[in-house]
């Protein structure tokens, strides 16, 4: 893959995804509950919807991300229930690499299991704050697989975010944006991603909980 393109590419994405964050207008609140609340709003990207989550965490910012950061033999398959496999197929710089995630089958198996492809990148900001943002690519060592339909991920990614005055509590900003293909109803859809994020949260808590206590 063309090293200056992806780096182009992926800045674009994280620029893209750092609006999600900063815009507060016209999200519509699907669920909430525990902390943690979930909203949409139609995507500008495709027929479908962006979709944001927001929680704090208990942990650090540095045992948050490790949970959740994409790396080859992370922490993110051994608890994450949405992903089954998390590889590395190229990795350009070490912010910045092709990933292929695979999942598992969902909404008592209407959701096939399925792989995304995608160019990832992680960024660090001043305030601390540590982001993770990925878009679909495609990429020669990931032809479509058996057994997997082939979804794509709309610029999405999640913020690592610390509170100040709470060194050991971790804010966490989530964005999803994703086709999952392969001719599912809508309503399918519309009722599996805010249910899969709002699992996200505790999920993720009991994760740092495992591995960082």
């Known amino acids: 893959m063309d090293v200056s393109w992806a780096t182009q590419e992926s800045e674009a994405v994280a620029e893209k995804v750092l609006r999600y964050r900063r815009d507060e207008s016209g999200w519509k609140k699907c669920r909430e509950g525990n902390g943690v609340s979930v909203s949409w709003r139609p995507s500008q990207e495709f027929p479908g919807n962006l979709y944001r989550g927001e929680g704090i965490l208990c ?106 005055g709470e060194p050991n509590k971790t804010k966490l900003v989530t964005f999803f944006q994703t086709d999952l293909s392969g001719y599912l109803p809508q309503s399918v859809v519309d009722s599996f991603f805010p249910r899969s994020m709002a699992e996200f949260y505790p999920n993720l808590q009991k994760a740092v909980r495992k591995f960082h206590h």
């Open 59 to 164: 942990g650090t910012l540095e045992e948050v991300w490790d949970c959740i950061k994409p790396v080859a033999g992370g922490l993110r398959e051994k608890w994450d229930v949405n992903v089954t496999s998390f590889e590395v197929v190229q990795s350009i710089t070490d912010m910045l690499c092709v990933s292929r995630t695979s999942t598992p089958s969902a909404a008592m198996k209407l959701i096939s299991p399925r792989d995304f492809v995608d160019l990832v990148l992680v960024k660090k900001y001043e305030d601390g704050t540590v982001s993770s943002n990925a878009t679909h690519v495609e990429h020669p060592s990931c032809p479509p697989k058996p057994g997997f339909v082939r979804g794509f991920n709309h610029p999405c990614g999640c913020f690592c975010e610390p509170l100040p």
